[in-house]
């Protein structure tokens, strides 16, 4: 039975435990939000010894299903004030399924302010000093890790941002390469790692056992009808293995909705130079690698490995969101630049997406000036220095912004939007203003039927059918996160119906029951249900579900929109909640 | 008939206006909260052209009551996201009544981002340039304006705070002397003056006329037992003048309640250095002066002139707020460094309480040791350089503590904790959890009948009784806001009956109507209604209504309690809006 460690850092103790019932069958966000939602008071401060930070495979994570190796971190967040889930691919997963845990959970907050590393193999938990590993990058530290404990080991870690509880620290995830690349971007999570005094979890898989389906043939069966609906879909059975996410630029440029210059136009002069086109042949002209899967077992390989002029390894990716936020919103179009850019971030260990918006605030803040890319790169080292200039990167748009005294600020409840603007693409603004975690396009990615043409058609430009478009995906997208798939699997579910039923029966035969697309979407809700009741409880309301003013009344070119979406369609969205 | 004057900083245009019937009988913080909660959405950003910033003299501003002369400021907080209503003493509400504005309401927002002056005499209100003022403090900004435009006119400006667009910018009043040195200070409200692109109001009375209450006698008569109540009160008729407002630092800390290096104690062993007592002294001994009126027409005579070792001018005071802020709250018990950190505040224009409690975290994130007066005035001189770090100081003690992932953060709702542990005077911490501002003394001044003995008697360590007591001043203070009286009027009207029914005269007299005490308490009502109304729009809840996490567990020395008022006690508190 897949165990519960509970992991007090005020007493430096650790506590296994069974899961009860209620979380039984749960696993990713669907437990990360239940246990949050259920133990955290709404209104504690995100970093003090009440929040927990609470990681947990997918409930598929580990079981050989395609594509389920993404983990799920989640908290109340220090740059939302909401509750938070954040998941990322890599090996973490799997390594934790592979040794029964079904969610480790981060309590209290060591008195003495050290850092510690958490060390799991096949005897447990256990807790460890990590003083050498202070003001290291995820880089430093986790090669550290491989040299002393071998390759066989996966590493979840915080650079000097979660160190310095910044609150757009993220928490990194090595891949299978043994890299610290795949990130827990959002919502400041390492920062609330960093205020456990945990500086890494250092994973030995060695002597665990995979999970095994309760039903062994019906997961298999589905396993497959599954996979052969990824490998049939343009996106997930080639497109997006040879090009990666930025084949999404000249796409969202071309619509007008690709974010430029922290939010004042809705094309980019430079896109082409930015591009998943440009990006794949600049790879394969100095011998990276396309096609890369970020965890064992994914078979969309939508990761990339970015080289140097002189083939070394730079980075992996980067992918269409970083590419963005460090490039067009901020006016710049050297791809090597910005590789740099993700590099660093991935080693202070910060949101690149929250990193890119708050440079593009910084320039129109005047700071520095739009499109200089090495003054660019210059700013983002403050983060690894320390300076206030540092921190205020690393602690996200709303909080650099509110510095400067801005009000031009791309956020909702403090979270930077990515790399679609709402007022060229209604749903995706419904999403980033009625998520449970502030601007977020993986919550409710209506990106597809907006722009992309999958899983439906809904006039990107117009109020209609938005909400809906948005509360379909916002569920789908809870329970896709609780199950531990990937996120891009929905390309192959929005347009198959033989994915969804190999979703289906993948769950069924792990649970050994029946399970319906009704129990998929059921658990959804449950979670979506939770989240909004912690949220609740914070202290948000009807509200702070609303885009920023500027939306609004700044139209956007090059189709002279502002978003339409009236306050009384989005109070809508939630309206399953009980 | 008083008039209110539009000054649309959009289209750089004046529109003067009659007050409509709801408005007629309003004025001060009655009149400031109803515009903004009547016109200002919710929602916006408090940087945006939406926002509005009002600015209006007290009902009796100008009339000859004594200690009338409170200007109100309004708009949506940048500090808080609330309401705001931050009042100061100065000559500023007896010009504007005696040029018949009974408010400014500046709207919109300059297109070309520049800063203008408002110039206003009895020909009406214009809009001029001010390119020559920008980055300037205000000290230097209202000299000029003396020199240029004689010694008749009173300013309200902002400096380079304001200038900024730093959430604890202040308004700075000039007083009888014509320097800058009454504040609203609180809530960030210089912020919005720079976001409106005003840098300085600039009033000439000259040709104005009072004005005339409806029935002369019955006010005269009013004044006339106030002042009698007044001044055979040993606080109002003589202790304040001798002593100041630092006459409370021994009180305070032999209660246990004065907040030490950021409230983590409740006593500090520098009190006796930096008391009133002693202040006293040393006014005297360099030949400063104490007894001195912040306005004409003030009785009380509070403020004070500090002087340096040569017998050179300083800075007024400083209060008990801004000894404390800068002094036991940094672990300073020097009295002349906090003078000059008291004149750095006025001159950039920030607010005194939020500057001390942001240094105080500085301290307590390490970024200069507690006790370390020089490191202190080298901080607050970041302020004026524009530096990272001087926006973070200038932008408050929430901001600064996130940039710095601190958890032990002394404020509500944005907004520091003044000079009262919460733990220590409870009754104090439920006006700080409850009042529509954020943590707030003159909200609601419970330490009267917590520690002075003043308007009743309530035990400080217990919650028993703690919301009554925080609730009826509440309402009683949001009146005397209203009313343009200077809160310290309170002391007499809380301990002798005739000076409650003196004001009520002189509120019937200026009417023309009868006028009661429940007349007098509806006003307050009708106050906090409507802010609360303006908040619930903007998205506040009862969860906001807190105080935060660490002072309901770290026990605060010496009397080890924690605060003990219960969340639905809290939440009792405004049970009589609607």
Not at 272 to 287: K, L, M, P, T, Y
Not at 479 to 494: E, K, M, R
Request: overall charge negative.
């Amino acid at each position: 039975m897949a165990a519960i460690y509970r992991v007090d850092m005020s007493s430096l103790s650790v506590r296994k435990e069974e899961a009860s019932e209620a979380y039984r069958d749960l696993g990713g966000r669907g437990l990360t939000s239940s246990i949050v939602a259920d133990e955290v008071p709404g209104t504690c401060h995100p970093l003090s010894a009440e929040n927990k930070l609470v990681i947990a495979p997918g409930i598929l994570s580990g079981t050989g299903a395609p594509c389920s190796g993404r983990i799920s971190v989640g908290a109340k967040s220090p740059l939302t004030g909401t509750i938070k889930e954040s998941n990322a691919g890599g090996q973490g997963a799997i390594a934790l399924a592979t040794l029964g845990i079904k969610a480790l959970v981060l309590e209290g907050a060591p008195v003495d302010g050290k850092f510690h590393r958490l060390m799991i193999d096949a005897d447990g938990v256990r807790i460890e000093p990590a003083d050498d590993l202070i003001g290291k990058g995820n880089y430093d530290t986790v090669a550290a890790q491989f040299e002393k404990f071998g390759d066989k080991i996966v590493c979840i870690s915080i650079g000097q941002a979660g160190e310095m509880r910044c609150s757009a620290a993220s928490i990194a995830v090595t891949d299978p390469d043994g890299r610290p690349t795949r990130h827990c971007g959002r919502g400041g999570l390492g920062a609330v790692m960093g205020s456990k005094g945990i500086k890494l979890i250092v994973m030995d898989p060695t002597g665990g056992q995979r999970p095994k389906p309760a039903d062994a043939e019906a997961f298999k069966a589905g396993a497959k009808k599954f996979q052969a609906a990824l490998s049939s879909h343009p996106l997930t059975g080639g497109g997006l293995a040879k090009l990666g996410t930025n084949a999404l630029a000249n796409v969202i440029n071309e619509a007008g909705a690709y974010p430029t210059r922290n939010f004042s136009d809705g094309q980019f002069e430079g896109t082409e130079a930015i591009s998943g086109e440009r990006q794949h042949d600049v790879i394969i002209e100095r011998g990276g690698k396309i096609g890369h899967a970020c965890h064992r077992g994914c078979t969309i390989k939508c990761s990339r490995i970015y080289v140097d002029e002189n083939g070394q390894y730079v980075t992996k990716g980067p992918e269409y969101e970083t590419i963005w936020a460090h490039g067009a919103d901020c006016g710049i179009d050297d791809l090597d630049a910005i590789a740099q850019m993700d590099r660093l971030d991935d080693d202070f260990g910060i949101d690149t997406i929250e990193a890119g918006a708050t440079i593009g605030v910084a320039m129109e803040a005047g700071i520095i000036p739009f499109g200089d890319a090495q003054q660019a790169i210059g700013l983002l080292k403050e983060v690894g220095k320390g300076t206030a200039l540092g921190r205020l990167i690393a602690s996200g748009a709303d909080v650099l912004g509110k510095a400067y005294g801005m009000s031009r600020i791309p956020t909702v409840k403090g979270q930077a939007m990515p790399a679609y603007d709402p007022r060229a693409a209604q749903g995706i603004g419904v999403t980033y203003a009625t998520s449970t975690m502030g601007a977020d396009h993986t919550a409710g990615y209506a990106i597809g039927a907006n722009i992309l043409g999958v899983g439906g058609s809904v006039d990107p430009l117009k109020p209609e059918g938005q909400v809906e478009l948005s509360r379909g995906l916002q569920i789908a997208t809870a329970s896709i996160d609780a199950s531990g798939l990937c996120l891009f699997v929905a390309f192959a579910v929005l347009d198959d119906p033989t994915a969804g039923e190999g979703v289906c029966e993948m769950l069924g035969g792990f649970y050994g029951r029946e399970f319906s697309g009704d129990d998929f979407s059921a658990l959804g809700k449950r979670v979506l249900t939770k989240e909004r009741q912690f949220n609740a409880a914070a202290g948000f309301t009807a509200a702070d579900d609303r885009l920023p003013d500027f939306f609004k009344s700044e139209k956007l070119a090059p189709h002279d929109v502002t978003f339409a979406v009236s306050d009384e369609d989005l109070d809508q969205l939630h309206d399953f909640v009980d």
